[in-house]
């Protein structure tokens, strides 16, 4: 199972992008999707989550501002990131439950760079 994510730029304060995140392999549900980020010397911090039934968190720092959603179909998560901050300037990873063969495994996907000018 490969998660490939994209969506990630340059923007300024108060811009807004869209991250997407694809999984593809050997996949029978996605339970879980979630997106993290992590900014230089800091730890990787969970932004948000969403059940396969379209239940979400949020990270306090995001409430109001971001959205995320995904699409069982496609087995795509994304994040709609509005009113960046130069706070938020970080990589992005998602990650998923994946189930296969009666088991559940967790793969992460390989980071895009989001970078807000103030």
């Known amino acids: 199972v490969q998660l490939q994510a994209s969506g990630g730029g340059l923007v300024q304060a108060g811009g807004s992008l869209r991250l997407s995140c694809a999984a593809s392999g050997s996949i029978f549900s996605i339970n879980d999707m979630r997106w993290y980020h992590q900014a230089p010397g800091k730890q990787r911090e969970l932004v948000a989550s969403i059940t396969s039934g379209g239940s979400t968190k949020y990270a306090d720092s995001v409430k109001g501002r971001f959205t995320i959603s995904r699409d069982n179909a496609k087995n795509t998560v994304y994040l709609q990131m509005n009113s960046l901050k130069p706070e938020d300037t970080a990589v992005y990873y998602c990650?998923?439950?994946?189930?296969?063969?009666?088991?559940?495994?967790?793969?992460w996907g390989q980071g895009t760079q989001v970078t807000v000018s103030s």
């Open positions: 990650n998923a439950d994946v189930e296969y063969n009666g088991r559940s495994f967790r793969y």
